[in-house]
């Protein structure tokens, strides 16, 4: 019997351990999260994933791959003084939406927080998340009283920005405006930069329903002005009682959805948007939310901008899932859900409170998954093929006296070097 002679072969890990660049093609295709424990095997696979060179490369390659892999959740709004804020921010944490797993690390636990300091998320954008500080001070004369920073929770690196309030002129300061922080971050553009936006709503004009809305910016990489804040654009009257609150990045802008007076026979439904291209603020002409009996939800998903409306905060089990056309000229109904027939192992469903619309599907772009609590577990809900799967059965941050749900922010692992 003749023996067979077998040779090692050019891809044994001895092969590519030697090949640095063989090595680096296939670190470059696996995931943020896994990278981050792999630097663990050797002091060269740390210096290959911790490298800007190999960040830069990877935040490039998996640009549009826009997956939801967690979730951070925050009590909803309180009934009375409609004060989100959190104190117990080191509880802050990812909800894993594949195992219901709680991540290990907050948003704030690199930063130095007084005990009394209140903190919260406002926005998640492609991996990263724009946080608030609100500071106790007993003398407040010359320290801020809030401060924002931009994170990414997979590094846990972070950058706070420069303080809005220095960059406003005495007489804005005197008519003490409101603020609005958002901020931008599009990894198909750039591997780093993102672009933070304050809009400051002044005072209604007198005997109008209008406010003046000013804006600044400012960018992670202005070589022009480092370190500032920028005016950009003209002043926009709009209607002085909307909000900007949960600003969403889609398409080059910062959209806001909403309602004016959302809990009046008279709300009417606004739309503004931040042009990145122009950098100022507009009120096109976007088509009006398709049922003022709704609420509504904004989510970029899918590469397409969505709504998705529900006929209660506290109970929504109607459900319906809208897609804005790609003219901007109407909103398409994708999906009418009615989940009160549907049963939850030995129960009814009692109640439904919709979280967000997330991709659930890094190869099927029209994979979409509503996050809903049903009977105080927090589920994935397949819209594709209507089928959910329980991620998390313990009791979500609610508040007692909260007249909304749980408010949620998406996660995207990513490499984001800040």
Known sequence: MSRIKVSKSPSSPEK??????????????????TLIRFKCVSKRWSTIISSPYFCHRHVFRHANITKVSSIFLE?????????????????????????????SSSPFDSIEIHPKDLAYIVQSCNGLLLCRILHHHKNRAFLPIESFFVCNPTTEC?????????????????????????????????????????????KAVKNSSRSRFETMVYSSTDEAEPG??????????????????NGVYFNGSVHWIGFVDPDSYAKMSVSLRFDFKELRLRDDNMPPLPD???????????????????????????????????????????????????????????????????QDSEDDCSGMSLVLVVNYNVVV??????????????YVPWNESAESPPISFEHIESLVQL
């Open 16 to 33: 590519i351990e030697e090949n640095e660049d063989l090595l680096t093609e296939i670190l470059l295709h696996l995931g943020a999260k």
């Open 75 to 103: 009590p909803g709004e309180d009934d009375d003084n409609k004060n989100r804020y959190f104190n117990n921010h080191n509880d802050i944490k990812p909800l894993s939406l594949e195992n219901g797993s709680h991540g």
């Open 158 to 202: 972070f950058n706070f920005l420069p303080d809005p309030y220095k960059a406003l002129d005495a007489d804005s300061h005197e008519s003490s405006p409101w603020l609005y922080m958002n901020f931008a971050f599009d990894p198909s553009t750039s591997s780093s930069d993102y672009v933070a936006i304050c809009v400051w709503k002044f």
């Open 228 to 245: 500032s804040w920028r005016p950009c654009g003209s002043p926009l009257m709009a209607p002085a009682k909307f909000e900007l609150h």
């Open 292 to 358: 003022l009996d709704y609420f509504y939800i904004p989510a970029a998903a899918c590469g397409h901008l969505n709504l998705v409306g529900f006929s209660s905060p506290e109970r929504s089990n109607m459900i319906r899932v809208y897609q804005m056309a790609m003219d901007y000229s109407k909103w398409v109904l994708l999906h009418t859900l009615d989940l009160s027939p549907m049963y939850w192992p030995n129960d009814f469903i009692a109640s439904v409170k919709v979280l967000h619309l997330i």
């Open 381 to 394: 809900f397949r819209l594709k093929d209507y089928t959910f799967k329980r991620i998390y059965s313990r």
